[in-house]
């Protein structure tokens, strides 16, 4: 199975904040990653796929980039919306797998 | 408008059953892959199983593999999670989810599942 790694798990942050998050794969995943973000209560919201295309709808603020094992999510400018918890997934090879999650927090 | 709306949680025994039903409008149902994705309470998400569209392939991860079934009738627009012999480690909300090569495009808002005697 491919390991997802993200870092860190948790981040304080600021309104205006440049935020970037980071994911690794135990092995390479080529481009398959995706990202979501997840507010409490809240199911998961496609932000990010085949590592930096960016869904439909989504605020351009939010950019993926990254192949082979590395890859990273920045949010050029994070607004109060964006208070939440974000996860990676790589959707190379079965079983799919998502990373552990990162929390941005209020600083 | 895509909508997908989950069934048939609750509580259940341990070596309990339940059916999870999701029925989808606003889209091609028959067109696309499916899946279930779950999260145990204050945990992340941990994908569950996935359905191609014809219902000709099926993955499952490890730890359902013989408890889960995952199924579908495209002439209801509906999609299926058959679990048997359910223990406490399932215990979480179960949200069913549209394939996008791979990635999930749209979620159901969830149905939770709690096995405890």
């Known amino acids: 199975d491919i390991q997802m790694t993200q870092s860190p798990s948790t981040l304080s942050a600021s309104v205006g904040d440049r935020v970037t998050i980071t994911c690794r794969a135990s092995q390479s995943i080529s481009s398959w990653l995706a990202w979501y973000q997840q507010k409490p209560g809240k199911a998961p919201n496609l932000l990010i796929y085949k590592a930096s295309s960016l869904e439909s709808g989504v605020p351009s603020r939010f950019s993926g980039s990254g192949s082979g094992t590395e890859f990273t999510l920045t949010i050029s400018s994070l607004q109060p919306d964006d208070f939440a918890t974000y996860y990676c997934?790589?959707?190379?090879?079965?079983?799919?797998?998502f990373g552990q999650g990162t929390k941005v927090e209020v600083k | 408008e895509v909508q997908l709306v989950e069934s048939g949680g609750g509580l259940v025994q341990p070596g309990g059953s339940l059916r999870l039903s999701c029925a989808v409008s606003?889209?091609?149902?028959?067109?696309?892959?499916m899946s279930w994705v779950r999260q145990a309470p204050g945990k992340g998400l941990e994908w569950v199983a996935t359905i191609k569209e014809d219902g000709s392939e099926k993955y499952y991860v490890d730890s359902v593999k013989g408890r889960f079934a995952i199924s579908r009738d495209n002439a209801k627009n509906s999609l299926y999670l058959q679990m048997d012999s359910l223990r406490a480690e399932d215990t979480a909300v179960y949200y069913c989810a549209r394939d996008l090569t791979g990635s999930f495009a749209y979620w159901g808002q969830g149905t939770l599942v709690t096995v405890s005697s």
């Open positions: 606003g889209f091609t149902f028959s067109s696309h892959g």
């Open positions: 997934q790589q959707y190379n090879s079965y079983p799919r797998t």
